[in-house]
């Protein structure tokens, strides 16, 4: 059986860093591509990050330059170190695995003084 967690969210304040957490299990985890995804109310899914098996990286222009994306095949997990958080990065993040694709439950960002 296929298991995806998250964790990692929580409430920050403007400018403040996050890491989010990602442990998959039950899939060989190093064949997959990775993606970190949020969604905020009213608002339709969006990818932040991705990472390849290889480690290549991509970034959503909103997030380039204070995210980063990374992957620890050993511990079957990915990361996403977020930095110099704003307001509207609030939102519920999601991690990915893909193709097939398999989801988390989300986890819950919210950036506020």
């Known amino acids: 059986q296929v298991q995806v967690v998250e964790s990692g969210g929580g409430l920050v304040q403007p400018g403040g860093s996050l890491r989010l957490s990602c442990a998959a299990s039950?899939?060989?985890?190093?064949?997959?591509?990775l993606a970190w995804y949020r969604q905020a109310p009213g608002k339709q899914r969006e990818q932040v990050a991705r990472?390849?098996?290889?480690?290549?990286?991509n970034y959503a222009d909103s997030v380039k330059g204070r995210f980063t994306i990374s992957r620890d095949n050993a511990k079957s997990t990915v990361y996403l170190q977020m930095n110099n958080l704003k307001p509207e990065d609030t939102a519920v993040y999601y991690c990915?695995?893909?193709?097939?694709?398999?989801w988390g439950q989300g986890t819950q960002v919210t950036v506020s003084s």
């Open positions: 990472i390849t098996v290889s480690s290549n990286t």
């Open positions: 039950g899939v060989t985890f190093r064949e997959y591509n």
């Open positions: 990915n695995l893909y193709l097939p694709n398999y």
